[in-house]
């Protein structure tokens, strides 16, 4: 079952940027999605950028200064702008969120950084 929905990958080239959006499903409108991993072919999966309810933010260091996570809550929406992209950047990248003891995740958005 689909619990958050992802959007915004796709391939682009070295330098580039994209943003990627997470929404909560409807079965589970009242859960917030707080993080943001990534998940490359042969790669353990990553924490990539994390905000909390009280706006704060933290980011690996891998993405310092290129990435930035938000959230907008009147839409229950979180996103992630990606600038400078790398090749290293590839990745499967999803949302995701605990609560009470549950790991509520998305599908993924593919995202490629290539020539």
């Known amino acids: 079952q689909v619990q958050f929905v992802e959007s915004g990958g796709g391939l682009v080239q070295p330098g580039g940027s994209l943003r990627l959006s997470c929404a909560a499903s409807r079965s589970i409108s009242d859960v917030v999605p707080r993080d943001w991993y990534r998940q490359a072919p042969g790669k353990q999966r990553e924490l990539v950028a994390t905000v909390t309810s009280g706006g704060n933010t933290r980011y690996a260091d891998s993405v310092k200064g290129r990435f930035t996570i938000s959230r907008d809550n009147t839409k229950n929406t979180l996103y992630l702008q990606m600038n400078s992209l790398k090749p290293d950047d590839t990745a499967v990248y999803l949302c995701?969120?605990?609560?009470?003891?549950?790991?509520?995740w998305g599908q993924g958005t593919q995202v490629t950084v290539s020539t």
């Open positions: 995701h969120t605990p609560r009470f003891g549950i790991d509520y």
